[in-house]
């Protein structure tokens, strides 16, 4: 029996995951979008993931250029995490008004997130409906230490600890 959709995306919801902003630039063109599926896959070599819906054109991007950054938001970057979700009306250039930086691959990275890595793609997986990129920290810089941005049941917001 299949599994119903809205249950599904009910249930994964309650999956409390940071939020990324996960750019990529190819031939002038640059392009960013807000990613959760997003983590650490290896230290030697330093490898990491992110999924990527393939009706996304980030992802077709992503896939000819063979490269790209992650940004990773802090607690109050709300706003930010927003934007490159496309959730901002009207918008079209997302990296309007926004600051932003270039490493090894050129890939565009916020340098003012909690952190950034620049990655060269190793490899990539087609699953159902996404695109699961590995890529190769090339580079990478943590800035100042505060709290990550947070996505929990369709909310956005930072880490209480427990006592």
Same mark, same amino acid.
Request: charged share 20%; hydrophobic share 45%.
């Given at each position: 029996?299949?599994?119903?959709?809205?249950?599904?995306?009910?249930?994964?919801?309650?999956? *409390?995951?940071?939020?990324?902003? =996960? *750019? *990529?630039?190819?031939?002038?063109?640059? *392009?960013?979008?807000?990613?959760?599926?997003?983590?650490?896959?290896?230290?030697?070599?330093?490898? =990491?993931?992110?999924?990527? !819906? #393939?009706?996304?054109?980030?992802?077709?991007?992503?896939?000819?250029?063979?490269?790209?950054?992650?940004?990773? +938001?802090? %607690?109050?970057?709300?706003?930010?995490?927003?934007?490159?979700?496309?959730?901002?009306?009207?918008?079209?250039?997302?990296? %309007?008004?926004?600051?932003?930086?270039?490493?090894?691959?050129? %890939?565009? +990275?916020?340098?003012?997130?909690?952190?950034?890595? !620049?990655? #060269?793609?190793? !490899?990539?997986?087609?699953?159902?409906?996404?695109?699961?990129?590995?890529?190769?920290?090339?580079?990478?810089?943590?800035?100042?230490?505060?709290?990550?941005?947070?996505?929990?049941?369709?909310?956005?917001?930072?880490?209480?600890?427990?006592?």
């Amino acid at each position: 029996m299949p599994v119903d959709v809205s249950a599904f995306k009910d249930a994964m919801s309650r999956w *409390t995951s940071g939020v990324t902003v =996960v *750019t *990529t630039a190819h031939e002038g063109e640059r *392009t960013g979008l807000t990613v959760s599926s997003f983590t650490s896959v290896s230290i030697a070599p330093p490898l =990491v993931l992110i999924c990527i !819906d #393939r009706r996304k054109y980030a992802r077709d991007l992503i896939d000819r250029a063979g490269l790209f950054g992650v940004s990773i +938001l802090r %607690a109050d970057q709300v706003a930010l995490g927003k934007r490159f979700a496309g959730m901002i009306p009207g918008m079209e250039d997302r990296f %309007a008004g926004v600051a932003w930086i270039t490493a090894e691959t050129g %890939a565009p +990275l916020l340098p003012d997130a909690l952190a950034w890595l !620049d990655c #060269r793609v190793q !490899d990539r997986h087609e699953s159902g409906d996404h695109t699961i990129f590995v890529g190769r920290v090339v580079d990478c810089q943590a800035g100042e230490q505060g709290d990550s941005l947070v996505y929990h049941n369709r909310q956005w917001g930072s880490f209480v600890a427990a006592e």
